[in-house]
């Protein structure tokens, strides 16, 4: 398509739940990158693909979360066992690298809400 | 990691007022982008400026990449104009492709 999509727009868990965030990227862009924004203004990376290959996994706390980018399917990003300090806005984000220009255009956010 | 810090953190304005906010970081940079964060959450793209100057609209950008520093330039603002806006940027070497986001600048344009 021609935005990033990303499902659900809201998600609540009991702490100690499993969450799924899903994201599809725009058609023909061939990295996809995962944000956390904590608290108002503060964004966090998370993770990247190119294709489905992990690019940078260096912002991920692994011990719980993990993603996945599946050929013909949507990007996923997992947190098994939610915490309290989990509850954030999940940004995905999309890119092309066409010459030298990559610029990433981003979903709408996925609020989880950890109770 | 790379700093990146933008100024200044809240401003409010009279709709129709100009204004310039401005993001310092502190290394080179491969990409820069500019956003704005609407009152609903959305991240919505500005600018791709990694250098050089830019227009769109009322809106428009200059990165000086040698002097580690761009500014957004907000012309005769509305209150639609209202949100945070981001400055994020990528690390030339060592960091990835990923974006690091400065803490914002939170606008108000008041009628």
């Known amino acids: 398509g021609e935005e990033v999509a990303q499902t659900p727009k809201h998600l609540v868990r009991g702490e100690g739940q499993k969450a799924k965030l899903y994201c599809a990227p725009i058609?023909?862009?061939?990295?996809v990158f995962w944000y956390q924004q904590v608290l108002k203004n503060e964004f966090k990376f998370l993770i990247s693909?190119?294709?489905?290959?992990?690019?940078?996994e260096t912002g991920m706390p692994k011990e719980r979360f993990s993603a996945k980018c599946l050929p013909n399917s949507p990007c996923s990003l997992e947190i098994q066992a939610t915490k309290l300090e989990d509850s954030a806005v999940y940004f995905c984000?999309?890119?092309?690298?066409?010459?030298?220009?990559?610029?990433?255009?981003f979903g709408p956010g996925t609020r989880l809400t950890v109770t | 990691g790379i700093q990146v810090e933008q100024s200044p953190p809240d401003l409010i304005l009279q709709e129709g007022a100009n204004s310039t906010l401005r993001c310092n970081f502190s290394?080179?940079?491969?990409?820069l982008q500019w956003f704005h964060q609407n009152p609903w959450g959305q991240l919505i793209n500005l600018f791709y400026?990694?250098?050089g100057t830019k227009q769109n609209g009322r809106l428009s950008a200059t990165t000086v990449a040698t002097e580690r520093y761009s500014l957004l330039y907000i012309s005769s603002s509305q209150t639609t104009d209202s949100g945070v806006y981001f400055c994020?940027?990528?690390?030339?070497?060592?960091?990835?492709?990923?974006?690091?986001f400065g803490t914002g600048t939170q606008l108000k344009v008041e009628l």
């Open positions: 984000a999309s890119s092309q690298w066409v010459a030298v220009f990559h610029e990433q255009y």
């Open positions: 058609k023909g862009h061939s990295y």
């Open positions: 693909f190119q294709n489905e290959n992990v690019f940078d």
């Open positions: 290394d080179s940079v491969n990409n």
């Open positions: 400026i990694p250098s």
């Open positions: 994020a940027v990528e690390r030339l070497t060592g960091g990835g492709n990923k974006l690091t």
